[in-house]
């Protein structure tokens, strides 16, 4: 079955970097969009950034832009957000989730999330 | 960016009720809806995409309906395993933008 597991997250200072990353099994995930999104403490859903299968198109809310990347490695199975100069308003449970048959389409499932906590 | 407003942004209801939970976009979004549910502590759960395609498992009591700007959730017969937060998103163009949620709780 698809197995999403979240990692890296803690508790960073503001201005600090982290990288977290997302373990996947269970399905081909050379052929699969895979996204970013986060969810602030007692918040609604954000998405945060998307990259297409093969890594050719990835996209990034404006709350992030210029600060995240994302990246995948499809011969570990692995996707991979890098966190610039992060902000208070940065602290959030962190999800991967993959999209259903192209990017195009819904988030059929997703990790449990690592919680990132900002702050001095 | 694409705004979605869902509402209500609360409700209270009983078991065996029929919900229906709006959500409407700032502009047209060709039937690119898709609903996600939420229980405490746990990841969203995909229900509904294509505005009315149930996802594979997902109970028939959900079902999903509307076109252009304004689509609803509805869910017949509310079984207690459904309290639970429920947020729509659209999946038509970048950034994908999630409405704010609705909470449905036990009256």
């Known amino acids: 079955q698809v197995q999403l597991v979240e990692s890296g997250g803690g508790v960073v200072q503001p201005g600090r970097s982290l990288r977290l990353s997302c373990a996947a099994s269970g399905f081909s995930f050379s052929t699969h969009g895979m996204h970013w999104v986060r969810q602030a403490p007692g918040k609604g859903l954000e998405w945060v950034a998307v990259?297409?299968?093969?890594?050719?198109?990835?996209y990034y809310s404006d709350s992030v832009k210029g600060r995240f990347t994302i990246s995948r490695d499809n011969s570990k199975n692995t996707l991979y957000l890098e966190m610039n100069s992060l902000r208070a308003g940065d602290t959030a449970i962190y999800y991967c989730a993959k999209d259903l048959r192209g990017i195009d389409s819904p988030f059929d499932s997703w990790g449990q999330g690592t919680l990132v906590v900002v702050s001095s | 960016a694409i705004r979605m407003t869902q509402s209500p942004s609360s409700l209270s209801a009983s078991t065996g009720d029929r919900v229906t939970i709006s959500c409407r976009a700032s502009?047209?979004?060709?039937?690119?809806l898709a609903w996600y549910q939420q229980k405490p502590g746990q990841a969203p759960k995909l229900l509904i995409y294509g505005a009315s395609t149930l996802q594979s498992g997902v109970p028939s009591r959900f079902s999903g309906s509307g076109s252009g700007t304004a689509y609803t959730l509805t869910i017949n017969s509310l079984q207690s395993e459904d309290f639970a937060t429920y947020y729509c998103?659209?999946?038509?163009?970048?950034?994908?933008?999630f409405g704010q949620g609705t909470k449905v709780e036990f009256k």
């Open positions: 502009e047209g979004i060709s039937g690119y």
């Open positions: 990259i297409k299968n093969d890594g050719s198109f990835n």
């Open positions: 998103q659209q999946h038509y163009s970048y950034p994908r933008t």
